[in-house]
């Protein structure tokens, strides 16, 4: 369950104010391909399908987002590192990329650097409010990032407002299963919240 929610949080994470062009079919073809072999944990196919991705595209957020986990998940942060480094220079300072070195940095032992990288990521980040079930993901990742960063009480009361508001079945199931996350978390990184996946 952690691993879902850490994985669903990370995608809103790197969907936030991510611009809106139209992605490469071939781009949306190794991606899926890549997919595909990840779910089958063929990491190493998975990997060069990705890799392929970025070569047509150098800067398309989710396929950095597939390639690093994949490096996570093989227990490979370094390469991760590598990866996000590579990453064009204008994208270098986005919200996505500095969250996705944050976590990375996490998984090197580097909690210090990840807060400082977490906590310019969110200053530079707009407000996300809950607007309907279409953006419940990114505004929890928002508060998710905003606890994070030392702000858990805004979160938390933001939490409670939003429970207020007539939520759809599974907005509330969502919320709940978030909400307990956040209240118990006491510092130490997305790896605290989520567990080191």
């Known amino acids: 369950m952690k691993k879902a929610i850490y994985i669903s949080v990370l995608t809103i994470l790197i969907s936030c104010k991510n611009e809106k062009k139209a992605t490469n079919p071939l781009v949306i073809e190794y991606q899926e391909k890549g997919i595909e072999f990840q779910m089958q944990n063929k ?55 500095l969250t996705l070195k944050g976590m990375t940095l996490e998984k090197m032992d ?28 990114e505004y929890v990742g928002y508060l998710t990032l905003q606890t994070i960063v030392g702000e858990k009480e805004k979160a938390i009361a933001d939490l409670k407002r939003l429970k207020s508001k007539k939520l759809t079945e599974s907005e509330k199931q969502y919320v709940n299963s978030i909400e307990p996350l956040i209240r118990n978390y006491n510092g130490g990184g997305y790896n605290s919240i989520f567990g080191n996946e």
């Open 43 to 97: 990491t190493d196919s998975a990997i060069v399908y990705f890799k392929k991705a970025l070569e047509i595209d150098p800067t398309d957020i989710p396929t950095y987002e597939s390639l690093v986990k994949t490096y996570w998940w093989n227990e490979q942060p370094e390469l991760a590192l590598g990866i996000l480094e590579s990453a064009p220079t204008e994208m270098q300072k986005s919200n996505s990329i």
């Open 110 to 137: 580097k909690l210090n650097q990840a807060m400082d990288l977490y906590k310019t990521a969110f200053e530079q980040s707009p407000k996300v409010r809950y607007k309907n079930e279409e953006n419940i993901m």
